[in-house]
DNA sequence: ATAGGGTTAG
């Protein structure tokens, strides 16, 4: 194991030789720091920066007591590498996600006594965590208890907080905490932009325009990104006629006092219209901007993309697709995940998966979880199962490991051809996953036990019990730091 | 990670 990590270190011969050492590879170290034992040490002689660390971090992303585990042994075992606070913050975005409350907060304590940290950033992270499990009250409280942890309350925290909780949605609460503290830090156009938003995003547009309204009786001009939430709001909640009437505003204030409008504003009807099914209009808006001067972007061209495949044909998107690589743009995953979802979606697997070739031989992108979650769910749909089961495989060797969604797309496939070698695939996926630091929800759970049970596998059930009932006391206690 | 546009699912 050990050997793995010092070949792509300095080794004395290349130093003597005067060559440099190739730099270390984050893809081949996480693939040692998986495939290796829980207590093999890492070798003293890598040349360690904090870059490094997080690209590894990000690649261990979901396989978090791995993650853990490695960036532990650098914090403890290594002498002189010292985490950067960057590192620290990934690491215990990870420990939160997994639960590990005791160690978010030793991290964080950590931090202290390094002096480095924690910085508002730090609390973000943390407060986003309690905000998406159902817990907003603690995000408040976290935020209002800041100072505490040698952390200052500014107004950007307090704009960061109220964004926290508006993107999980829980906007009634962040409108509260708004209303109560505005005057305290001085409200700016971005906190009033986050609250507007916040409405947006739970499709009450007549609140946000409230908000709009209020902000400019307190003498807050309203920006550009605050028209554009507006617009992106209305063809949310489905007002595209008010949105086109608001668009059109937009543009005739431009010509008046020059707001003006742009890129943003132009994907944004463009999408807003094409998912309407208004997908000649927006093709003409799309040609409009073109003509306007503003020139459309990759998200642009992923918008019509996108929209071309549901509401209109797969050949059409293809066409922009084409078109756009003509014209020097270069499509991203999003451009080929949208794209290969229109294809398998038509039916067209096989182009579909010349797609993802071309994507990572050609387009330079690698295939992102969401391309494989969005193939496999295909696959599995129409019985597909092996299908399914090989990328899988592909993606476990590959840079992205699967996540909570992959675990749960295969799971429930084992279920539709009713094997009892199907079952047992689900079995093991499921230790999988828990040992991977994911909690399957108890339905997935008993299905699982059940299909085993009903299967004949009933050894393989209770093994899967016994290692179920310790797993949860174990995470808790090896990252305790 | 102080705010706005493309990836799922009606």
């Given at each position: 194991m050990n050997r793995l990590f010092t070949k792509s270190l300095c080794t004395s011969s290349a130093a003597a030789a005067n060559l440099k050492p190739p730099p270390p590879d984050p893809a081949a170290i996480s693939k040692l720091i998986l495939s290796s034992p829980i207590q093999s040490p890492l070798s003293p002689n890598t040349p360690w920066t904090p870059h490094l660390v997080n690209s590894i971090l990000k690649r261990l992303w979901n396989h978090g007591p791995k993650a853990l585990h490695f960036f532990h042994l650098l914090d403890r075992?290594?002498?002189s590498y010292i985490h950067s606070p960057s590192s620290f913050n990934l690491a215990i975005d990870i420990a939160a996600r997994l639960h590990l409350h005791t160690t978010v907060w030793s991290l964080i304590r950590r931090m202290r006594s390094l002096r480095i940290g924690p910085s508002p950033k730090t609390f973000a992270i943390v407060a986003e965590r309690f905000a998406s499990s159902g817990k907003p009250d603690k995000a408040v409280n976290l935020f209002l208890n800041m100072h505490e942890h040698g952390c200052s309350q500014d107004l950007a925290s307090f704009n960061t907080i109220l964004d926290v909780l508006c993107k999980s949605k829980r906007v009634e609460k962040a409108y509260e905490l708004f209303k109560d503290l505005r005057g305290r830090f001085s409200a700016d156009v971005v906190t009033y932009n986050v609250i507007v938003n916040g409405w947006c995003l739970i499709k009450r547009t007549p609140k946000a325009l409230e908000v709009l309204k209020e902000m400019v009786e307190r003498g807050i001009t309203p920006n550009l990104t605050t028209y554009n939430t507006m617009l992106k709001g209305f063809f949310r909640s489905g007002q595209v006629r008010q949105g086109w009437e608001f668009f059109l505003e937009m543009k005739k204030r431009n010509c008046g006092i020059g707001i003006g409008i742009d890129v943003v504003t132009y994907t944004t009807v463009v999408h807003g219209l094409g998912v309407a099914g208004e997908v000649k209009r927006a093709k003409k808006v799309f040609d409009e901007m073109i003509r306007e001067g503003v020139l459309p972007s990759v998200a642009t061209h992923n918008a019509l993309i996108q929209v071309l495949c549901k509401k209109d044909t797969v050949e059409n998107a293809v066409s922009v697709f084409e078109e756009m690589v003509r014209k020097g743009y270069e499509p991203n995953v999003t451009t080929y995940n949208v794209l290969i979802r229109g294809l398998f979606h038509a039916g067209e697997f096989t182009r579909g998966e010349e797609m993802m070739r071309t994507m990572e031989e050609e387009g330079g992108c690698e295939a992102s979880f969401q391309t494989y979650n969005m193939m496999m769910r295909y696959y599995l749909e129409c019985g597909e199962v092996e299908k399914a089961l090989g990328l899988f495989e592909r993606m476990g060797s590959g840079g992205c490991l699967p996540n909570l969604d992959t675990y749960n797309i295969l799971i429930s496939g084992?279920?539709?051809?009713?094997r009892s070698e199907d079952m047992v695939v689900a079995g093991k996926l499921l230790v999988e996953m828990v040992e991977r630091g994911f909690v399957p929800r108890k339905f997935t759970f008993n299905r699982v036990l059940n299909g085993l049970l009903l299967t004949g596998n009933q050894g393989f059930a209770k093994e899967i019990l016994r290692s179920q009932s310790k797993s949860g006391s174990r995470l808790t206690k090896k990252f305790r730091l």
């Open positions: 075992r290594h002498r084992m279920f539709v051809r009713k």
